[in-house]
């Protein structure tokens, strides 16, 4: 694996924990605000992000494009808001979306991971 390929990887990393700690965060501080009552619809979400990171980590170029057009999404939505706590998440969706779509390195890992993925399908 060249060192291109490692930095691409480690940014997707870096991205997917981001992901996680957000989902993790949400997920905790709307229960404290608004108790367990939806608290299944909480975990579901988590569910989804688990599923959506792991096929970014595997270079799946689906999960990047929807990761991408979520972030977008999760970035316009908060970044409109008052509160410099939620604007700040919203700085925070908007460089992880630009991570996937505008590093090189990100860009050569997911052409090493469709590779790779598309010689174990044929064989």
Known sequence: MSATVKR????VLA???ANLVISLGVMSAFVVLRGTDRLHLQLFRLFLTIIIVVFLYRGVPAA???AVILYVIGAITTLSGDDASVMALGA???????VLVFSPSVSMYFRQRAHVLS?????
């Open 8 to 11: 691409g990887r480690q940014l």
């Open 92 to 98: 925070l969706y908007a460089c992880m979306a630009g």
């Open 64 to 66: 990047r494009a929807l």
């Open 15 to 17: 991205v997917i924990i």
């Open 119 to 123: 010689k174990s399908a044929r064989t």
